[in-house]
């Protein structure tokens, strides 16, 4: 479903940026969204909803459907497609329902 193009895969060698998905160290390319580093990773889910836990992922990588959703160095409900990645940061899968931040 999510091909690199042969130039992001030299770009991808030269100077990855490190995240960790759910503990599992990713190398990413520097500039993408975590969704498209999740992509290129193998991953397609990366919330659960909050009826029957049906596993969701980006659908339409521009910030309008939010079904990617994740938690982003602890703080849930941000948008995997609209994010950059950034070395170190640590991504995990949310589950459920979106929990307010007071």
Same mark, same amino acid.
């Given at each position: 479903?999510?091909?690199?193009? &042969?130039?992001? &895969? ?5 100077? @990855? ?10 190398? /990413? %390319?520097?500039? *993408? ?10 991953? &397609?889910? /990366? %919330? &659960? ?5 049906? @596993?969701?992922? @980006? ?5 309008? /459907?939010? *079904?990617?959703?994740?938690?982003? *160095?602890?703080? @849930? ?15 995990? %899968? ?9």
């Amino acid at each position: 479903m999510f091909k690199r193009l &042969d130039s992001a &895969d030299r770009q991808l060698r030269d100077a @990855p940026v490190r995240i960790r998905f759910n503990g599992a160290e990713l190398a /990413c %390319r520097a500039g *993408d969204s975590v969704a498209a580093a999740l992509f290129a990773h193998g991953v &397609d889910a /990366c %919330r &659960d909803t909050v009826v029957n836990e049906v @596993p969701r992922g @980006p659908f339409c990588m521009m910030g309008i /459907c939010y *079904d990617c959703l994740v938690t982003i *160095d602890g703080q @849930p409900n941000r948008q995997a497609c609209m994010t950059q990645v950034r070395e170190g940061m640590a991504v995990e %899968r949310q589950a459920g329902a979106r929990k307010v931040q007071a």
